[in-house]
């Protein structure tokens, strides 16, 4: 039995859901802009994982707020959330991504704020 987690804890989308709405936490979603811009949590800030890998900053409305970070299947957000804690910042990653936020029935909009769909 492993008494400790070897990386950043995970949540489920609709546990994601209420973070962002009650708790004050950023969904802070890691796709790439053509995956983002077919599809995503409406009040989700992008940050792509490439230029997080790359040194980018977090963008301003995620600074120093907790972090649910998600992805489109949940690979990319566990690498980001791991990337994040080792920067010190508070972040979880959504298990199953934006195809297991979309499945649960949650929102999901367009660069233009229509229905959106995942890429």
Same mark, same amino acid.
């Given at each position: 039995?492993?008494?400790?987690?070897?990386?950043?804890?995970?949540?489920?989308?609709?546990?994601?859901?209420?973070?962002?709405?009650?708790?004050? &936490?950023? !969904? /802070?979603?890691? $796709?790439?802009? @053509?995956?983002?811009?077919?599809?995503?949590?409406?009040? =989700?800030?992008? *940050?792509?994982?490439?230029?997080?890998?790359?040194?980018?900053?977090?963008?301003?409305?995620?600074?120093?707020?907790?972090?649910?970070?998600?992805?489109?299947?949940?690979?990319?957000?566990?690498?980001? &959330?791991? !990337? /994040?804690?080792? $920067?010190?910042? @508070?972040?979880?990653?959504?298990?199953?991504?934006?195809? =297991?936020?979309? *499945?649960?029935?949650?929102?999901?909009?367009?660069?233009?704020?229509?229905?959106?769909?995942?890429?």
């Amino acid at each position: 039995m492993f008494l400790f987690r070897r990386g950043p804890a995970r949540v489920t989308p609709t546990d994601a859901h209420l973070r962002t709405r009650g708790e004050g &936490a950023v !969904l /802070l979603d890691v $796709r790439e802009p @053509a995956e983002w811009a077919a599809g995503h949590a409406p009040g =989700a800030v992008h *940050a792509p994982l490439s230029a997080l890998q790359a040194g980018a900053a977090l963008p301003p409305a995620a600074q120093g707020r907790p972090l649910i970070v998600i992805c489109r299947s949940g690979q990319r957000s566990q690498r980001a &959330a791991k !990337l /994040l804690t080792g $920067r010190g910042a @508070a972040a979880v990653d959504v298990r199953g991504g934006m195809n =297991a936020w979309a *499945a649960a029935g949650l929102p999901v909009v367009d660069g233009h704020g229509n229905s959106g769909s995942i890429a």
